[in-house]
């Protein structure tokens, strides 16, 4: 950035007309800059720029219109992929693990009462992997989130909120 030498300080320095000079805009986000696979998305919405204004003989378009070109867009349809491939397998994974340890309480209290050091038990250790298994998923969840789908659902929601400024709602 430039010293402010006979400049006031206060006052927003712009690159071009209508244009915000951006210190941070070329700093990526922790993790946004990993491997192909990690976040952008499939292709932009088509009709981003300036789709929303009605144009000499173009028909106006409402803020639905724009919502369902969104949604079936690929971009939209690759995060929400992306989305529901770690929910299901983790909820599968989670709910299987859970069942497990009812079904062992309930089937075999003798294997859950052995115990493993001192007055803790099997089951013991079993309830307190259920609270760990709990912050490792969340902690999953969050990581996975963060490479894979912000980015492209960021990118989506500017894309989206370019197409709606200036139309009816």
Request: some cysteine; hydrophobic content about 40%.
């Amino acid at each position: 950035m430039d010293k402010h030498e006979d400049r006031d300080a206060g006052r927003v320095r712009l690159s071009d007309p209508g244009e915000l000079d951006d210190p941070w805009q070329d700093a990526l986000a922790s993790g946004w800059d990993e491997s192909e696979d990690t976040g952008a998305p499939a292709s932009s919405v088509p009709h981003a720029r300036g789709a929303g204004q009605d144009g000499p003989g173009g028909p106006a378009v409402s803020a639905a219109d724009i919502y369902l070109e969104v949604q079936r867009s690929p971009a939209f349809q690759e995060v929400r992929r992306r989305y529901r491939r770690f929910v299901v397998t983790a909820c599968i994974a989670f709910f299987s693990w859970y069942v497990a340890y009812v079904v062992a309480a309930t089937t075999a209290p003798e294997l859950m009462a052995r115990p493993v050091a001192g007055s803790v038990n099997v089951a013991m250790v079993a309830g307190l992997g259920q609270f760990l298994s709990t912050f490792l998923l969340t902690w999953a969840y969050v990581r996975h989130a963060r490479l894979r789908r912000d980015r492209a659902a960021l990118e989506l929601r500017w894309d989206t909120q370019e197409l709606t400024r200036g139309v009816g709602r």
